[in-house]
């Protein structure tokens, strides 16, 4: 079985990447006295391009059609899955309700950021800042929302999730060239692909990358009546799932720049395909968890394609064990621009404006030794968590999930609910009662993650 994730533009292309990140770093050098908050460039990057779906600013000028839409809000929802089989072989039947709880609670948390910016309030301040549609999301909200300091918070928690996630993706590539060349170690992969991920932000001659699927197989031994009984130690087993489960979406607070750019779809029409997307996902989910609890005797590893090594050629056959890696490796890599490009143009962007404030600092904008610089700086310290944390990566992405998700798909949405439509009655009730779960979720979440992670707690398996 073979699932696409696909997106409509061509996504993940260095050359376009370049280009918004050129148009982004022209504009955020050159504002001075801006007409419009310097931040609103942040976040278009940020999240038109992790939807997978970003061709530059013309194109969302333009419009896109209902059908593209619907492939990007796929992108952004569907997960590669790293760690699925994982959670559902160590939460058991209860990474399924795991999953589809946490995707009903981020699919409602969408609608109330479409909400918000269907206000009329929120359309009479974009045109007021002289914002762009298409520029109009998460930033913009916190801005209208908490001003300088509450758009500073958003951007920051932003770039933590993608640093951190590309950082999971880069264990997970390394682990895949390793399968594939054993002579060179983990840790070397990790410092290879982080230097060609560089490129990224550095050389504007990558091709274009649009499609590219991901596959599993069923074998026809199966584990999934003992995977379904959830195992110890409980707690940093149910809270790590749990996690990975909210990070499966974590791209969803991508999709708010298209609201309005969508050519004649109507906001049922947009919702529908929300949540057909987030249907799909769930679905996507469940097939990678399922065929874990299939597979594997006992938890699986934290990147499930490490189960798969321990089958004989008669039962998996080398070259489609190549295959099924080499594809996947491809796929993750081609995700990388998706999540390094943002990082750099929102921590750029926020350095150029305290640069602003100095003297030395206005002399040092009008060269571009200094983004060079931060940019091998940031790919940097993406090797050194990668090399540190290659072992722990469902905790990564747990940690990813509890802590950085749970504020931008729940808390942030809630918040800007609150502010802009100011509900009343059960709805108020139902604001506060969310904001409470989020802040609770994302302590005690972090707290399991983090000690699990730093305790190297092992996970029982069964002998095989």
């Given at each position: 079985?073979v699932?696409?994730?696909?997106s ?19 504009k955020s ?12 460039e942040?976040?278009?990057?940020v999240s038109?391009m ?9 194109v969302m000028e333009?419009?896109i ?8 809000a796929l992108n952004?929802m ?11 072989t ?15 609670a ?14 009329p309030?929120i ?32 951007t920051t928690v932003?770039?933590l999730?993608f ?13 895949c ?17 982080a230097?060609l ?5 550095l ?6 990358i649009s ?8 074998l026809?031994?199966t584990?999934?009546?003992a995977?379904l ?9 149910l ?10 979406s974590?791209a ?5 720049p ?18 057909l997307?987030?249907i ?9 968890g ?6 594997c ?10 189960d798969?090594?321990?089958?004989p ?19 993750i890599f ?7 490009v943002p990082?750099v ?17 206005r ?6 030794a200094w983004?060079?610089t ?11 968590i ?10 990564i ?5 509890t802590?950085?998700c749970?504020?931008?798909?729940f808390?942030?949405p809630l918040w ?9 009655g059960?709805?108020?009730?139902f ?7 989020a ?16 305790a ?5 398996q069964?002998?095989?």
């Amino acid at each position: 079985m073979v699932i696409h994730a696909a997106s409509t533009q061509p996504c993940c292309s260095g050359a376009v990447a370049l280009d918004n990140l050129s148009t982004v770093e022209s504009k955020s050098d050159n504002l001075g006295e801006a007409r419009r908050d310097s931040s609103s460039e942040d976040l278009t990057a940020v999240s038109s391009m992790a939807a997978g779906g970003a061709a530059g600013y013309s194109v969302m000028e333009q419009g896109i059609t209902l059908w593209s839409f619907f492939m990007t809000a796929l992108n952004a929802m569907i997960t590669i899955g790293l760690s699925i089989p994982y959670m559902f072989t160590t939460a058991g039947w209860l990474g399924m309700v795991f999953q589809v709880t946490t995707a009903s609670a981020i699919f409602s948390c969408v609608l109330l950021v479409r909400v918000c910016l269907d206000n009329p309030k929120i359309k009479k301040y974009g045109e007021e800042h002289n914002v762009p549609v298409f520029e109009r999301e998460y930033a913009f909200l916190a801005g209208y929302c908490g001003g300088k300091a509450g758009r500073a918070a958003v951007t920051t928690v932003v770039s933590l999730e993608f640093f951190l996630t590309l950082a999971a993706n880069i264990i997970a590539i390394g682990t895949c060239a390793n399968i594939l060349v054993r002579e060179l170690s983990i840790e070397v992969w990790i410092i290879i692909f982080a230097a060609l991920s560089l490129s990224f932000v550095l050389l504007p001659w990558f091709n274009k990358i649009s499609h590219v699927a991901s596959s599993i197989m069923i074998l026809p031994d199966t584990n999934i009546e003992a995977n379904l009984v959830p195992k110890a130690p409980y707690p940093s087993n149910l809270i790590t799932a749990l996690g990975i489960a909210v990070f499966s979406s974590g791209a969803a607070p991508s999709l708010p720049p298209f609201y309005g750019v969508v050519k004649n779809a109507s906001p049922k029409k947009i919702d529908l395909c929300i949540l057909l997307a987030q249907i799909v996902s769930v679905l996507y989910v469940f097939m990678l968890g399922i065929a874990g609890m299939q597979i594997c005797d006992g938890s699986c590893e934290q990147f499930y394609l490490v189960d798969l090594l321990d089958y004989p050629a008669s039962v998996i056959p080398s070259w489609f064990m190549y295959w099924i890696v080499t594809v996947q490796l491809i796929r993750i890599f081609a995700v990388s621009p998706v999540f390094l490009v943002p990082i750099v143009v929102s921590t750029e962007s926020m350095i150029s404006l305290v640069m602003r404030n100095f003297c030395w600092g206005r002399s040092m904008l009008k060269y571009g030794a200094w983004r060079f610089t931060w940019r091998v700086i940031v790919v940097t310290a993406l090797v050194v968590i990668s090399i540190v944390a290659q072992a722990e990566l469902a905790y990564i992405q747990a940690i990813v999930g509890t802590l950085l998700c749970s504020c931008n798909l729940f808390l942030f949405p809630l918040w800007f609910y609150l502010v802009i439509e100011h509900p009343q009655g059960t709805k108020y009730l139902f604001v506060w009662t969310g904001i409470a779960l989020a802040v609770a979720f994302a302590i005690v979440g972090t707290f399991f993650s983090l000690s699990g992670m730093l305790a190297n707690t092992p996970h029982p398996q069964d002998s095989r």
